[in-house]
């Protein structure tokens, strides 16, 4: 079984990456890329469906030991595991490097104290656990073959076969460095080079040390942004400058239910706000990249943009069911591609054109096509924004007039308006002024309910929604309007869970299933720092930095985040990491930051 979601370690090499549990197991890896087929699929299966367990040797009928203590090697993406036996300490690094030719997972096993001894199990399955895999000897290495994938594993160690799974027994005393490695290669291609684990090691290392010294935030909560932003560099596909959401696909939101999606995908509201925190902290390179991602990825249809596409700017990411995998914890079914690429969600040209404005404004250079897309999304919009559409949170039920993409709306012209204002554009300034207005006049009116002193999900409806909180983030309307202090009450009372955290939006009562699906979910940790947000922007900073720091609180050991916290579980839900969770976390810690609301 599958360990607990905050029980997983991330390790990757900006184009695929693998998930390893607190027992010296990888149950997730995808190659050579994130959304590649599975080579481990264990996480959402079982051991059949592949895993690669490193660890202390225990009996056959015993449970893996968990390591007693495990971390990143200083600010990198470097694991280190230990575990303390009976016959001694051994560690274990874990670690990707960036790619330069074949990717690789390295792991080298080292002798701390006393002799241990060690097993190493490999089972590799391709096509998410369902192709068992050609295995044997090609010059004395390891390759196990299937269609057009090849995976070399190499080590000193001597291996041998059983039971369809690769093993390798050995003991380790202080000072032994016993290396493991597998690569992916096309397998009509030759053998990827022999890899050199220690100098990889010491590249991989200097790759992070150099890469964390330009954030440019030397705030109280470093730590916790450092990790972040490692996190979403880790989620970035280095060739083409796209970010996935996750690298993990069917991590269920609701523990044995249905609500389990692929996130191994770029989507342009993840991907704009994870452009805003790079930018805030000194990482123009990563935002440039991610520009040209763009432009590429729209380019010839940029009236019909998707709400997602594939981390090379693909279109097509039908959605299909893997029946052959039980799922995590049985939440099935286990789901690759998504179908809610083909979406309606006006918000989606808010946050790209928010995502250029903010570029323009720190200073990125200048792109002659970047602004003529912008101009192009708002005449898009002038026809388009009163239609109903699927909102932020992807609904399967009926479209709705939602309030967040009516704001959102506003924000794509507000920020174009200010484009051609600054005069790097050219546009109809006196008409776009006046859909500015209409569209502010439009949402004040209908989706704004006097009585309560809130604003609603959607026109026409008394429900409350999450995204409401990004009103005064947006300047839709300054923090100290009365219906802005309203809405952010308002949802403190009726999203919150008995713990604090908040919930996207009710899925009991009056709109119950506004997202057509059945279960229930937990709470959305993005709109929980949404909150700490707006409140230390209404000078409620003392309840803001509480807020944050239970948040802080919730992110496991190593400092990673999933998309939601399950308040009656509680433990993290969702695929994971999630940009989604990490990217609010820094934008809250640099507002708090400026406010001086840390401490104590």
Request: hydrophobic residues 40%; glycine residues 8%; aromatic residues 10%.
């Amino acid at each position: 079984m599958a360990g607990r979601i905050e029980d997983y370690a991330l390790i990757g090499d900006m184009q695929t990456a693998a998930l390893v549990c607190r027992d010296g197991t990888v149950d997730w890896l995808c190659l050579p890329r994130f959304d590649s087929h599975a080579v481990f699929a264990g996480l959402l299966g079982t051991e059949e469906h592949g895993f690669w367990r490193l660890g202390p040797a225990h009996a056959a009928d015993a449970k893996p030991p968990t390591a007693a203590r495990r971390g990143y090697r200083g600010d990198s993406l470097i694991l280190e595991t230990e575990w303390d036996t009976p016959r001694g300490t051994v560690r274990v690094t874990d670690f990707m490097p960036p790619r330069d030719g074949a990717p690789q997972l390295i792991r080298i096993v080292e002798g701390v104290s006393g002799r241990v001894p060690m097993r190493s199990a490999l089972r590799m399955r391709f096509s998410y656990g369902r192709v068992v895999p050609w295995v044997h000897k090609h010059e004395g290495r390891t390759v196990a073959v299937a269609g057009p994938d090849s995976v070399w594993f190499d080590t000193e160690a001597e291996t041998y076969g059983k039971a369809l799974t690769t093993y390798a027994d050995f003991t380790v005393a202080p000072g032994d460095r016993i290396a493991f490695t597998i690569s992916w290669q096309p397998s009509h291609k030759e053998p990827p080079p022999l890899p050199e684990p220690e100098a990889s090691l010491e590249a991989t290392e200097d790759f992070w040390r150099e890469w964390v010294e330009h954030c440019t935030y030397h705030g109280p909560y470093r730590e916790a942004v450092i990790r972040s932003l490692i996190t979403l560099k880790a989620l970035t596909y280095a060739p083409t400058g796209g970010i996935v959401a996750a690298p993990t696909t069917s991590l269920p939101e609701d523990i044995g239910g249905v609500r389990n999606w692929d996130y191994r995908y770029t989507w342009l509201r993840d991907a704009a706000i994870t452009l805003s925190s790079l930018l805030r902290t000194g990482y123009r390179e990563e935002a440039r990249a991610w520009r040209e991602w763009l432009l590429r990825a729209v380019a010839g249809d940029p009236e019909n943009l998707q709400i997602m596409y594939g981390i090379a700017g693909e279109r097509e990411l039908g959605e299909a069911e893997l029946d052959w995998l039980p799922g995590y914890e049985k939440s099935a079914p286990v789901r690759v591609g998504n179908g809610a690429a083909h979406q309606l969600q006006l918000d989606v040209y808010g946050e790209v054109t928010e995502a250029l404005h903010l570029g323009h404004m720190t200073g990125l250079a200048r792109n002659d096509y970047a602004s003529l897309l912008q101009l192009k999304l708002i005449r898009y919009l002038e026809d388009h924004w009163q239609e109903p559409d699927e909102g932020i949170w992807e609904v399967r039920g009926p479209r709705r007039h939602f309030v967040h993409s009516k704001v959102m709306a506003w924000v794509a012209v507000d920020r174009t308006i200010k484009l051609i204002e600054s005069g790097d554009a050219d546009g109809p300034l006196e008409r776009w002024r006046e859909l500015r207005d209409d569209i502010h006049r439009d949402v004040c009116e209908k989706g704004y309910d006097k009585e309560r002193n809130t604003f609603t999900q959607s026109y026409g409806s008394k429900e409350l929604d999450a995204s409401l909180l990004l009103i005064p983030q947006m300047g839709f309307l300054p923090p100290d309007d009365k219906r802005v202090i309203g809405t952010i009450e308002a949802i403190q009372r009726e999203l919150s869970t008995p713990d604090g955290f908040i919930l996207r939006y009710p899925t009991e009562g009056e709109d119950a299933g506004v997202d057509g699906l059945p279960g229930d979910e937990g709470a959305f940790l993005a709109c929980s720092f949404w909150m700490a947000d707006d409140l230390a922007m209404i000078g409620r900073v003392d309840e803001a930095r509480k807020l944050f720091e239970k948040l802080l609180a919730l992110r496991n050991d190593l400092g990673l985040l999933a998309e939601e916290w399950d308040p009656r579980l509680k433990r993290q839900v969702g695929n994971f990491p999630q940009a989604f969770s990490h990217v609010p976390l820094i934008d809250t810690a640099l507002r708090l930051t400026a406010s001086g609301a840390y401490g104590g």
